[in-house]
């Protein structure tokens, strides 16, 4: 059985640590401590998520006219792209068609602006919800939004903090380290009593707020009728993915928001005991609406392998930070950062993980929490209609699913068959029947759902990155066991389950995978081979 990374990295909060370690999970070197009941910007925040919230339906909601001119020039450009990739496309459905269309898409979200790309940066992370094309494509996106000239990032600073630059910042760098549709985000130096402080601050821009809730609306008029026309199967239904990313953007426009984001991630790994995870701290007085000012981490990125290897550092022991990590916040009190890739991550000299980003964070309602639990029991016992009956709980299928019609529509009851043994014809034939099901029966990508899928799908590429000759069926195993010992109490009083009636059962999972049930393990390395067959077997021509 793995060390989990309480075990491993515990750290018991002592008097010389500071005082906020106690109950957040931060750094031992605080540039300033933490409070939490004199934090000014805290104030009204839920009341300000509420509100943030309640203005989804409102945005999204269905139009008999369209909203404005903007609409046009998006119908315009979207249905340019479309006409032209339907002139000039291979003649095949296969991966170069979807490339095709993946450019022009691409295409047509730089020239709609900043709303549009921060949809494509977040498609750009969802490697394994969406295809491949789309998600290489879009990764573009991350790295090709201009900058705002520093007088303008200068101006909303000064604006937001009510004082002249200088007078907070010892130095701030005009060129930023990153820059997004949203924000971006510069290095400096704050001025202190105690000598000047590394920070690092993220800026919104001036007007994307007025252009986010204008698209937006474009967006919800458009939707419904693109429902059929975008040949790519995780946009099958159009107006469910405008829903889950108006509810994503909307609360990335308040840095308030993102900051207490950070304090609540940060809570909750330090109850689970989860000290392998570092959150930065946001600074008591310096966080805004449009400025938030936090500790500036340091440490190697989660790519560089050779290094993180060269500091004797475990490789084995960071994938499992990732897979307790944000799995254990989810199921147990409900939240987790709903964003992770290689960019949110930096591995510190110590093995801590640096976790950054809070501008999209996983909340979980109780009932959709206990449905997540419910959903990794049944994943790990070889419950097929638990698992069924969890997605639908989860939201994923309307209230009233008959499970038993979707088990015996989907056959799910039927002996797996290895999908590397088809031809290109059946697994197409099969994706379509699938999603051809699904969409009837009502399925959609509920917000929570989309986001844990994405998180699961970077764990996926933290594992071929770091550990690709893990064993995957060994290591599930032994990560739910971890769970119904340490959370047996949990377990049996959500699920009705308890630790000791506890069995790993992985018959399902191996199915799913097409792998005979006699399997006994599975490298990432073996996975990605067979993943290779079946894509290129969809690739062919018919």
């Known amino acids: 059985m793995p060390s989990s990374p309480a075990d491993s990295n515990s750290t018991e909060p002592s008097a010389a640590q500071p005082a906020d ?16 009941e004199q934090l000014s910007w805290r104030v009204d925040l839920d009341a300000r998520r509420r509100e943030v919230r309640a203005a989804v339906p409102e945005l999204t909601r269905a139009r008999r006219l369209p909203p404005g001119g903007r609409v046009l020039r998006v119908a315009a450009d979207l249905g340019g792209s479309l006409a032209f990739w339907r002139l000039t496309r291979p003649k095949t459905d296969g991966s170069a068609s979807q490339a095709k269309l993946s450019k022009q898409l691409r295409k047509s979200a730089e020239r709609l602006g900043p709303t549009y790309i921060k949809l494509g940066q977040i498609i750009s992370s969802g490697q394994g919800v969406f295809p491949a094309e789309l998600v290489d494509e879009f990764k573009k996106c991350r790295d090709q939004v201009p900058a705002e000239p520093f007088t303008v990032v200068r101006s909303v600073v000064e604006a ?4 002249p630059l200088h007078e907070v910042f010892v130095s701030f760098e005009p060129a930023p380290l990153a ?22 601050v993220k800026v919104q821009r001036p007007t994307v707020a007025r252009y986010v809730h204008r698209d937006l609306a474009a967006m919800a008029w458009l939707a419904p009728f693109l429902v059929g026309r975008i040949p790519v199967t995780a946009l099958a239904n159009p107006p469910a993915l405008v829903e889950v990313f108006a509810q994503s953007i909307v609360e990335e426009l308040d840095f308030r928001l993102e900051a207490e984001n950070m304090l609540d991630v940060a809570r909750s790994l330090a109850a689970l005991d989860q000290r392998a995870y570092v959150v930065p701290r946001p600074h008591p007085t310096l966080v805004t609406e449009k400025v938030l000012v936090m500790q500036r981490m340091h440490g190697f990125g989660f790519e560089d392998v050779d290094n993180i290897r060269g500091a004797g550092i475990d490789l084995e022991e960071i994938v499992r930070t990732g897979m307790i990590g944000f799995l254990e916040g989810a199921l147990i009190h409900g939240i987790f950062h709903g964003d992770l890739h290689g960019g949110n991550l930096f591995v510190q000299p110590d093995g801590r993980t640096a976790l950054l980003d809070y501008g999209i964070v996983g909340r979980l309602t109780e009932p959709r929490r206990v449905a ?103 290591e599930v195993q032994n990560i739910a066991m971890w769970f119904a010992k340490r959370h047996g109490n949990q377990l049996a009083a959500d699920v009705g389950l308890k630790a000791d009636d506890f069995n790993v059962d992985l018959t399902a999972m191996k199915g799913q995978f097409g792998i005979d049930p006699a399997t006994e393990s599975l490298t990432y390395r073996e996975l990605q081979a067979r993943r290779e067959i079946i894509q290129k077997r969809l690739a062919q021509r018919s």
Do not use: C
């Open 372 to 474: 997540f639990l419910k959903l990794l029991v049944a994943s790990t016992t070889n419950d097929v209609r638990g698992q069924v009956a969890a997605i639908r709980d989860l939201g994923a299928l309307p209230p009233d699913t008959d499970i038993d019609a979707v088990i015996t529509d989907l056959g799910l009851d039927q002996i797996p068959v290895d999908p590397t043994t088809l031809s290109r014809e059946q697994l197409v034939d099969g994706l379509n029947q699938v999603v051809k099901q699904m969409l009837g029966y009502g399925a959609r990508m509920p917000r929570e759902l989309l986001l844990f899928a994405k998180n699961m799908v970077f764990v996926d590429a933290a594992i071929s990155t770091l550990t690709p000759d893990l064993d995957l069926f060994a």
């Open 21 to 36: 370690v106690t109950w957040g999970a931060f750094s031992d070197d605080a540039p300033w401590v933490l409070d939490q």
């Open 179 to 200: 820059a997004a549709s949203i924000a971006q985000v510069h290095r400096a130096l704050l001025r202190t009593d105690d000598g000047p402080i590394e920070v690092v």
């Open 160 to 163: 937001e903090l009510g004082r």
